[in-house]
């Protein structure tokens, strides 16, 4: 398995970057969670939550790459039921954004909480069938999808974040000013 052992640096980063956003998140949630705004729940299972699974994701294919396999077979297995559950778990995602009630996505909420995901999770999906004949252009595909989701997960949580503390506050703000 040397191709596989050139990629530890890479998950090593990676990895440590995966872990160390989910508990970011989680900080940032327990501060914002003091002024919830009407519709949080709905709107945190389409917004917030995937990017956890997303930050998850990219941590376990971290771990999963850094594990002795005596082949490539079990690990690519293992990517492509992640890749195919994440694929799934993305239309999920898609019908909560398009249901919840608490915001208006717009195009580039369609493009990083499900165009982009789903993107990753189908080449998770569809790298083991060139694993074993195109191991080196398979650990690529892995690597890029991985690093894809890492992002993604970025993009939305700085979005909610910035959405929360810009938008949702400051009307909370507003109305608390306002004189009666």
Partial sequence: MSEIAKWGSFYVIVGSAAGALIGLQFVVQTLIAERPPAGAVEAGAAFGTPTIVHFASALFLSALVHVPWPTITAAAVLWGLLGLVGTVYTIIVARRVQKQPAYSPVFEDWLFHVALPFAAYAILALTPFAALSHTRQALFG????????????????????????????????????EPS
């Avoid at 892995?142 to 949702?168: E, K, P, Q, S």
């Fill in 142 to 177: 892995v690597g890029g999808a991985t690093l894809l989701l890492l992002f993604v997960g970025i993009h939305n949580a700085w979005d909610n974040v910035a959405y929360t503390v810009l938008v949702v506050n400051r009307k909370a703000d507003d109305e608390r000013q």
